[in-house]
């Protein structure tokens, strides 16, 4: 008799609690977002961050409270666009872009003024006389670009940052990551490029580097579309204007641009 007594009042508190379970998500659940949904399941779920929130879901409540923009998901890219777009109503211009590094400086042409021995970090070395290489806007080679990206599209070759555009996502990170601020995302059908980002004068350029721009503008004045045009002593390029023609190029004694 004592065992099914302790029986009942189990069965009984156990069926109380379930009632209660029951009412409480019928009455207190929070209601989810369809729409939410619909475009979490789109995303590739990387969580990666580079949209600029936490991850997949974050980015996800954002986008359907219009607090972002729907065509922010770098690794899921024309994809993730338009299926967002789909859900939205709304039509996305998705310009795939890919990372470039404005410097074409390799171990051999590029000069060295002191050895450096610490930390094989660039923004480490950075902070020391704007570190080891000559060029003070030259890349180090350290690699902080390659361990920031989380996609496998940068590796090192002759201690110089080489980008896999098949691999490329455009999150952005290896941007934030250089303290050189070398790295910039470009239109992806765009392959004319100024590699080079060093603004000192003449001789000094030329000491730094064997191919470094020296801003004779000879790029800029036989650019017949006007897309070329040297700023800082350094030939910049307007990929709105740019129509390929590889004219720059030609006429680049440096082979600054490629």
Known sequence: MEILIAVIIVAVIGLIAGVGLSLASKYMAVPSDEK???IRAVLPGANCGACGYSGCDGYAAAVASGEAEPDKCAPGGAAA????????GVEIVNEPKVAFIACGGSCSASKAKYNYSGVQSCAGANML???????????????DCMRACNFGAITLK??????????CVACGKCVKAC???????????HKTTVRCSNRDKGPAVVKACAVSC???RMCEKNCEAGAVTVKDNI???DYNLCNGCGKCKEVCKRGVII
């Open 158 to 167: 002759d201690s110089r940052p080489v980008i896999c555009e098949d691999k």
């Open 129 to 143: 006389h704007s570190g080891p290489l000559e060029c003070a806007y030259g890349c180090i080679g350290f690699g």
């Open 179 to 189: 303290p050189k601020a070398l790295i910039s995302l470009i239109p992806k059908e």
């Open 214 to 216: 020296i801003a004779c």
């Open 235 to 237: 030939a910049v390029i």
């Open 81 to 88: 666009a338009a299926g967002i777009s789909e859900i939205l």
């Open 36 to 38: 939410q949904e619909k």
